[in-house]
């Protein structure tokens, strides 16, 4: 399986943007990339995934760099409630397989 | 509920005892997985399930530990003679299964308290 590796943990002040990374230097051309998170006593949540272009949803944005390497999680105005471990995994088309790494903890300043 | 449902919420044992908890995905998903969590760590792969088979079981800590599905539908995770390292949140998730980068839906998991 194709590794990610993100910082153990990070913090960011309430209401302003928060970029979380990931590198994923072995990223195949099959390879999609997916963002979960898990907020305190709870079960994964997915945020979003890519596949080559930058994508946005009403969570986040993603933003994939143009050789695929890395990608950046961007919360666009962090609040409390976002205060999760964050998940970068990559997930090949085709197979079905699912695998977390450590993730980052972040945690936000009120 | 529309969401994966897994039973029972929370399980207490006696060392040696078997244990069967069981998983509810969403109708129609073919894809199943199955995580184990220790208290304060990452998500740990146990099994997937496409469909009824099994393509990947290398994440199972030992023999004691097995899955089935079903019907493409409910699966279960037994684990014969309990020791205290099983003890855990084991998470349940589904997805459609299409391949295509859709995203799994987690239950609110099982805690398996073994004493």
């Known amino acids: 399986d194709a590794k990610t590796t993100q910082p153990n943990s990070m913090e960011s002040n309430e209401e302003e943007p928060v970029h979380l990374p990931c590198n994923h230097s072995t990223i195949s051309g099959t390879d999609y990339i997916h963002w979960y998170r898990q907020l305190p006593s709870q079960g994964p949540e997915y945020v979003i995934h890519?596949?080559?272009s930058n994508v946005n949803n009403r969570m986040a944005s993603l933003a994939i760099a143009e050789d695929r390497k890395s990608s950046t999680l961007i919360l666009h105005r962090a609040t409390l409630r976002d205060a999760a471990v964050y998940y970068c995994?990559?997930?090949?088309?085709?197979?079905?397989?699912?695998?977390f790494g450590t993730g980052t903890r972040l945690t936000i300043i009120p | 509920g529309a969401g994966v449902s897994q039973s029972p919420s929370n399980k207490v044992t006696e060392k040696g005892k078997d244990v069967e908890l069981r998983c509810d995905p969403i109708?129609?998903?073919?894809?199943l997985y199955w995580y184990r969590q220790r208290l304060g760590q990452g998500l740990e792969f146990l099994i997937y399930?496409?469909?009824?088979?099994?393509?990947?079981k290398s994440g199972l800590p030992s023999d004691r530990f097995s899955a089935e599905r079903t019907g493409e539908s409910v699966s279960t995770l037994t684990i014969q003679r309990t020791q205290q390292e099983d003890s855990a949140v084991y998470l349940c998730?589904?997805?459609?299964?299409?391949?295509?980068?859709?995203?799994?839906?987690f239950g609110q998991g099982t805690r398996l308290t073994v004493v």
């Open positions: 995994i990559l997930k090949n088309f085709g197979n079905e397989k699912l695998t």
């Open positions: 109708s129609g998903h073919t894809a």
């Open positions: 998730a589904s997805s459609p299964g299409t391949g295509d980068g859709t995203e799994a839906f």
């Open positions: 890519g596949l080559t």
């Open positions: 399930f496409q469909g009824n088979s099994a393509p990947d």
